[in-house]
């Protein structure tokens, strides 16, 4: 990836290729210090986001998010 989830997220919502989730209730013992947007709670943040990960990885397969993708260099 040539980008960070946060951006990714930020890309994929402008595209409409991913929406946001239902506010996610907050654990008993939250971090305010975190905060995942994708989420929209202060449980982890959006960088360390399994769900975000595994919704990223799947939209990638499906290439909706080619411009977040490293292109390779023509082999010679």
Same mark, same amino acid.
């Given at each position: 990836?040539?980008? *960070?989830? !946060?951006? /990714? %997220?930020e890309? +994929? %919502? +402008?595209?409409?290729?991913?929406t946001?989730?239902?506010r +996610?209730?907050? @654990? @008993?013992?939250?971090? @305010?210090?975190k &905060? =995942?947007? &994708?989420h929209?709670?202060? !449980?982890h *943040?959006?960088?360390? =986001? ?5 919704? /990223?990885?799947?939209? /990638?397969k499906?290439? =909706? ?6 292109? !390779?260099? @023509?082999?010679?």
């Amino acid at each position: 990836l040539n980008a *960070s989830r !946060s951006r /990714i %997220l930020e890309g +994929a %919502l +402008a595209t409409k290729v991913l929406t946001m989730l239902k506010r +996610a209730n907050t @654990p @008993p013992r939250d971090n @305010p210090l975190k &905060y =995942c947007r &994708y989420h929209r709670n202060p !449980s982890h *943040s959006t960088g360390k =986001c399994i769900t975000l990960k595994d919704k /990223i990885e799947d939209l /990638i397969k499906k290439e =909706c998010l080619k411009d977040f993708v490293y292109k !390779s260099s @023509p082999q010679h």
